[in-house]
């Protein structure tokens, strides 16, 4: 059984995530907002946090072996998520970030704004990708344009990625 940190847990897609790991027996520990909108379940916590109070956050999650972060990412600083993470101890963290948040009022992608800030990719234009099948030199192994065949491919994705977060390889 993994001990599962989900931040975001009454949200659209942290709600499916936590119902999914309960049903594999893991452990959870949902943190939320507004703790009134859960009701107990077997294998539950429940814990009042934001991702705006950090001192309190790194708290909740130690000793967790996986953090999930699920929330709106256009309200949230993810900086500040990160460094909370990382002071925590918590070793394996996944961020689920929805499609309604892709683009950023400054015209750019979550995704380029995420890489840019924490210096994981190269900034600057990219190169024009005429069929739009391939992946760009820095771009991450599975990613593909949005616009083509993107609910199956999420889909895809978020099972392999999920299946994985919840029944890690036994060591």
């Known amino acids: 059984m993994t001990n ?3 931040i975001g847990a009454t949200g659209n897609i942290g ?3 936590l119902d999914e790991a309960l049903s594999r027996k ?22 009042a946090g934001s991702t705006t109070d950090a ?11 996986i953090v999930v972060v699920s929330v709106k990412w256009n309200e949230n600083d993810i900086r500040r998520v990160i460094d909370t993470v990382r002071k925590s101890g918590v070793k394996r963290a996944l961020f689920v970030v929805g499609a309604g948040s892709l683009l950023r009022a ?21 190169p024009p990708d005429p069929e739009c099948q391939r992946r760009e030199p820095h771009q991450p192994r599975g990613f593909r344009h949005r616009h083509r065949r993107r609910d199956r491919e999420t889909q895809a994705r978020a099972q392999a990625v999920y299946g994985g977060l919840l029944n890690p390889p036994s060591s």
């Open 26 to 47: 893991h452990n959870v520990t949902a943190i939320t907002r507004d703790p009134r909108k859960l009701s107990a379940r077997e294998g539950m916590t429940i814990r």
């Open 106 to 126: 400054d015209g750019r992608t979550h995704f380029d704004f995420m890489a840019q800030a924490h210096r994981q990719v190269p900034t600057g234009p990219r």
């Open 4 to 6: 599962i940190a989900l």
């Open 55 to 65: 001192p309190a956050l790194v708290k909740i999650l130690k000793g967790h072996d």
């Open 15 to 17: 709600s499916r995530i």
